[in-house]
């Protein structure tokens, strides 16, 4: 059976499921250690491995990939509020919700929802009352992969 993915990427927390067409990163998905790696010669595939592998050695680089159009006006919202976050600090749904005239719970939906995430950083989101969810979950290897990018960039949270 064929791969739903264009690549499958090894990092350090376990895989990137990557799909992308036409010169654009079209969703990234955090996938299992287990998970076989894929690999692209695709240039853009190839592109995003090496800004990806120069995150993982400092979590101050930054991306310059095309995204391709992806979700609602709302979510849109979200995302460029969550981009504004430096590397190193967090900040709570709450205050996003503040910002953009919305509540916290719509704004974790967004983050859930988030086709590019590490381009555009939404495990920098968290609870007022701890780290929250992370892809739609509160457990599992999903919340072990958003401890672990907040370690990377020297954000300690219980």
């Given at each position: 059976?064929?791969?739903?993915?264009?690549?499958v990427?090894?990092?350090?927390?376990?895989?990137?499921?990557?799909?992308?067409?036409?010169?654009?990163?079209?969703?990234?998905?955090?996938?299992?250690?287990?998970?076989?790696?894929?690999h692209?010669?695709?240039?853009l595939?190839?592109?995003?491995?090496?800004?990806?592998?120069?995150y993982?050695?400092?979590?101050?680089?930054?991306f310059?990939?095309?995204?391709a159009?992806?979700?609602?006006?709302?979510?849109?919202?979200?995302?460029?509020?969550?981009?504004?976050?430096?590397?190193g600090?967090?900040i709570?749904?709450?205050?996003?919700?503040?910002?953009?005239?919305?509540?916290?719970?719509a704004?974790?939906?967004?983050?859930?929802?988030?086709?590019?995430?590490i381009?555009?950083?939404?495990?920098?989101v968290?609870?007022?009352?701890?780290i929250?969810?992370?892809?739609?979950?509160t457990d599992?290897?999903?919340?072990?992969?958003?401890?672990?990018?907040?370690?990377h960039?020297?954000?300690?949270?219980?």
């Open positions: 059976m064929p791969s739903p993915f264009d690549a990427l090894a990092a350090p927390f376990g895989k990137l499921g990557v799909r992308a067409a036409g010169g654009a990163l079209r969703e990234l998905v955090y996938l299992p250690e287990r998970t076989p790696t894929l692209s010669s695709d240039a595939i190839r592109k995003l491995a090496r800004q990806l592998d120069a993982y050695s400092d979590p101050r680089a930054t310059d990939i095309p995204l159009p992806a979700g609602t006006d709302f979510q849109h919202r979200v995302w460029s509020a969550i981009r504004a976050i430096p590397c600090s967090v709570t749904y709450g205050t996003i919700a503040r910002q953009i005239g919305s509540v916290p719970r704004v974790g939906q967004a983050c859930g929802d988030n086709w590019f995430p381009v555009i950083p939404c495990h920098r968290v609870s007022a009352s701890g929250g969810g992370f892809s739609h979950h599992g290897y999903l919340l072990d992969i958003k401890h672990w990018l907040l370690r960039e020297g954000v300690m949270l219980i």
